[in-house]
């Protein structure tokens, strides 16, 4: 049976499943709005206007000149549609129905974890679950004993254990440089995982053509930071666009962005501190375990790390600090020059361009208490938040998409990392 094969039969199937459920996104929609004929009054209208979590959700922000993508609420369609045309505003619906979508995709998904179940491999059919993903990593460090080391870092809020797989190239060598990546902040993201998987995948497998990322560096990666969310975004359609942790708040509601949550410049300008918004900061730094991990693993790496990098998604960017505020390092340059190996290797490959620059004046969006402002303030010196393609229709690009988008990503890291190993030698 080829891979076409399947992918064919499973349209069908899922098209069929998928006209036969509803489920909570039932009717939304997802605007594509235009950057372009923006006015500043619109601007803030519009920032007000998403801010009603119960009817609006931006999925990617305006980037430069780019558009924004906005999921709607059915009840607020004229609304949302009247007040742009009343502005002379563009905007094309890329999404008719993300109900429809999801349990398509969910669908999909349930048909390729039978037809690729896990083998010890982890490869670009599907997206894999956090039990899976720690399993590879496990098998792998057992299969590979010196190459591949394994360390249990933490546990999430439900229990769920936090690995860490380091990656060498077995020549024993002590304290070499670190380059710390990880990746499934964000729940609803599961791009990222993906993306940190098939890194994992191409140090370990491919060490011919990567021996010169391994000679002085040694690889750490987390590829889920937040499991507890990562798993609740697979047991349904309803719960599939879920960003945060899962640990209750003091009021209704749950959950806490990991990435609003470390100790620096925490619950400042773009956090928000009702526990009911998807950035909410938590009741205090580090609140959530999960974040508390990843400080921990900056702090234990910072002496010899040179690269921080957090995988998310989306929209084609390469951010570095500042997030919290506008105001740019006196390192900009450097930053810059390692996120511009990365955008021109990715253009270069695939013509896929990237976005670069500080978080706070490339898309207009402050985040404090980051993880990459936290990694930078520690000493990292070059930190970044890559965000990686829209490619679909729901939220993450559908299974077919993965190894496109993985194999693009991977060009990009690898870019980025040639660079910090010529800026940063092994002292
Ligand atoms: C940037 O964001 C702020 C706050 O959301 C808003 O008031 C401002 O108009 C935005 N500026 C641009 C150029 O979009
Ligand atoms: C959110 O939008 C709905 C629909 O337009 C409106 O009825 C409601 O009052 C808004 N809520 C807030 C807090 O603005
Ligand atoms: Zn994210």
Redo the contacts with the bound molecule.
Sequence with gaps: MTVGWVFLALSCLSLSAGLQRTNKYEGYKVYEVSGKARSVAFAETLSE?V??A???EVFSEFNGGNPAKIMV?P??QV?FVQLMDENNVQYDIINRNVGLTLSRQFETNRMLRQWFPYNGRLGTERYYNHEEINQFIEDLAREHPRRAFLKTVGRSYEGRWLKTITITNGDARRNKNVILVDGGFHAREWISPAAATYLINQLVYNLEDNADLLLDFDWVILPVVNPDGYEYTQLSEDTRLWRKTRKPSSSDCIGTDPNRNFDFHWNEEGASDDPCDITYAGAKAFSEPEALVVGDLIHSYVDRGQMYLTLHSYGSLILYPWGWTAAVPDTEEDLHEVAAAGQSAIQEATGTIYTIGPSTTTINYTASGASDDYAFNAGFPISFTMELPFGGKGFDPPASDIDSIVKETWVGIAAMARKVIQKYPLA
């Design positions: 206007l801010k009603n119960s009817y609006y609420h009840q607020e609304n």
